[in-house]
């Protein structure tokens, strides 16, 4: 069983900083201006766990689990996990009071990475 905490994506971060995520996630940054750094070239995109001095050059990476709990903390957001280990993971998504329809997945982590793009959708439509 693998108990290693999923990282965001390089989209997901950059939706999260749009969305107002400002939690440090040292050592875990993703680029965003490419650079070299002692002779080693960093690309847009790219995770790095040592970063330089400039932190224009970055955005946060944090886990999945991590920005779920910036949503809670912050914004409001609820949901609840039920897990089956043979059929796999359901989520139910409670956000400011409105129950959303339920995310399957086959896996937590993957129902909880489907759920952080559903609710970072609902905060961009909220800002149309």
């Given at each position: ?11 997901q971060?950059?939706r ?34 040592n970063?330089?001095?400039d ?19 912050v ?46 959708t ?7």
């Amino acid at each position: 069983m693998d108990t290693q905490l999923a990282l965001c994506t390089f989209e997901q971060s950059e939706r999260l900083k749009k969305a107002g995520f400002d939690w440090e996630t040292f050592p875990y940054v993703y680029v965003v201006k490419n650079y070299t750094n002692w002779g080693e070239d960093h690309y847009v995109g790219d995770l790095v766990t040592n970063p330089s001095s400039d932190t224009s050059k970055y955005i946060s990476a944090p886990t999945v689990e991590l920005a779920l709990q910036w949503f809670e903390d912050v914004k409001g957001f609820k949901y609840n996990l039920q897990n089956n280990v043979n059929a796999g993971c359901w989520i139910t998504p409670v956000f400011k009071g409105k129950y959303f329809a339920a995310i399957y997945a086959k896996n937590s982590k993957q129902a909880k990475s489907i759920l952080l793009d559903e609710l970072l959708t609902l905060i961009e439509e909220e800002k149309k």
